[in-house]
């Protein structure tokens, strides 16, 4: 997508970019305590329950969740196409809805641009982006516009003389001309195939910024959310259950449901015995530093408090353990140990600048060396350590999927799949018997409070 030379220049010529003062970090909308259903069901029927959120000025939030948890409702509310039955909305500092209080949509400064772009047919393009200028407002936005969004050339034709991408580029363009200080997109790259939507993608953050705008992304897929969110908002069932930035839902997810939906991550029932857990990967315990906030005492309060809201389990206290596909890995189950003596050493090698270095078979994995990394032959190079048979569970095979560098397999531990990611060799079989273990240095997390754990040490191997 071509971008003028210096975008905040252009500010002298198109009022298009708001100044970079214009309420800097402030929040542009504000939901809280939002509550909605359709019609008049009952209160089963609640498509948006007691939602908090706000978007800031600048940023680019992700709205995440699967389909039918009140995403694109929660877009309409804030554009003003539905109406909250409890809470307020606020956008930039006005009351928007609440109690005895509604404005419309053309009212609220809001650009919103649908799934299916909703381009009228009859217009051209430049016809299409000049509709939403307000009374006043110069033409020469549009120029601005085509001329940032990549579509100069293109004014005279009509929607359906353009490809996909340039239709979504003439949407976000309409979007934005009335200088909105909030855009929201309905799953604007959906319609697109994979390599146009994830060109757009990449350059929408970029296109915002130049216009001062921020932005609310509703998707359903993970990926695309941490890919270009500063935050991201997950939804489950009309409940928010986490918002935070891509690296903290994926260090620290809040729940079990954002671990499993965002990561798509394992999650293996445990049960307390004593101050370990036992699950079908083996036990675990709480590490040594977490102190005694982090104990089963101090885990059986709090998930049984008013607001853990847990009823009390006579047989045992149970829970879920969340793992990472890059937290497991897998050998073949006939691997043997390295023959020859481990700790041989050589004269180490410094790698100079476009120096080769041989290193054997393990290379193969990813032959990708820094410049000044000291290389002591005689040493393993393998990403994933041996796997003793005291610390493996044997698995099968099930399923993979090819992801570039990696393979994603699914494996049967048991009557449960769980998910592993690793890189391209050793390559395994569906229906290949396999050993199974943790990665060293992993941190499960314990749900539904989010402690993480460590496997307790050496344990027999068992088969699924």
């Known amino acids: 997508m071509p971008t ?6 252009v500010s002298v010529d198109n009022p298009m970019a708001r100044s970079a003062d214009d309420g800097a970090k402030v929040e542009r909308v504000a939901l809280e305590g939002i509550w909605h259903r359709y019609g008049n069901g009952d209160s089963s029927a609640w498509t948006l329950r007691g939602v908090d959120l706000s978007l800031r000025a600048g940023e680019l939030m992700g709205l995440l969740g699967p389909s039918g948890c009140g995403k694109t409702t929660l877009l309409r ?3 003003g196409f539905e109406q909250p039955h409890r809470g307020s909305i606020r956008i930039d500092g006005r009351e928007v809805a609440g109690p005895g209080r509604f404005l419309e949509p053309e009212r609220r400064g809001v650009g919103m641009v ?13 016809a299409n982006a000049r509709f939403g200028l307000r009374r006043g407002q110069h033409p020469e936005r549009v120029t601005w516009l085509f001329a940032l969004l990549g579509l100069e050339g293109l004014e005279r034709r009509y929607p359906h003389e353009l490809s996909g991408g340039q239709r979504q580029r003439l949407a976000l363009a309409r979007a934005l001309a009335p200088q909105p200080s909030v855009v929201l997109l309905d799953e604007p790259f959906s319609n697109l195939d994979a390599e146009v939507r994830e060109r757009l993608r990449g350059e929408l953050p970029a296109v915002l910024a130049a216009c001062g705008a921020c932005a609310l992304l509703v998707t359903h897929d993970p990926q695309e959310a941490l890919a270009i969110s500063d935050r991201v908002a997950v939804l489950r069932d009309g409940v928010l259950e986490q918002c935070a930035t891509p690296l903290e839902l994926v260090r620290r997810p809040a729940t079990a449901f954002v671990g499993r939906f965002v990561l798509q991550a394992n999650l293996l029932p445990a049960q307390w015995c004593g101050q370990e857990l036992t699950t079908p990967l083996g036990c675990f315990e709480l590490p040594a530093s977490a102190g005694e906030d982090h104990c089963f005492e101090a885990w059986q309060r709090a998930v049984h408090s008013p607001e853990g809201g847990l009823p009390l389990d006579a047989e045992g206290e149970s829970a879920q353990i969340c793992l990472q596909p890059g937290d497991l890995w897998l050998r073949p189950w006939q691997e043997q140990e390295p023959s020859g003596p481990t700790d041989a050493r050589k004269e180490p090698t410094l790698v100079g600048e476009g120096q080769s270095v041989a290193l054997g078979q393990a290379m193969a994995v990813d032959p990708v060396v820094a410049v000044g990394t000291v290389i002591e032959e005689g040493t393993p190079v393998d990403e994933h350590p041996f796997i003793e048979e005291d610390e493996a569970i044997e698995v099968s095979v099930l399923s993979r999927e090819f992801l570039g560098r990696d393979w994603l397999y699914q494996v049967k531990l048991g009557d449960r799949r769980l998910r592993v990611r690793q890189r391209l060799s050793p390559a395994l079989e569906r229906g290949q018997r396999c050993r199974l273990a943790l990665m060293p240095g992993a941190e499960p997390l314990l749900f539904p409070l989010g402690w993480p754990m460590r496997p307790r040490p050496a344990q027999s191997p068992r088969r699924a």
């Open 4 to 9: 003028p030379a210096n975008p905040a220049a």
């Open 77 to 79: 509310l804030i554009a």
């Open 114 to 126: 649908f799934q299916d772009y909703a381009l009228f047919p009859h217009l051209d393009a430049v």
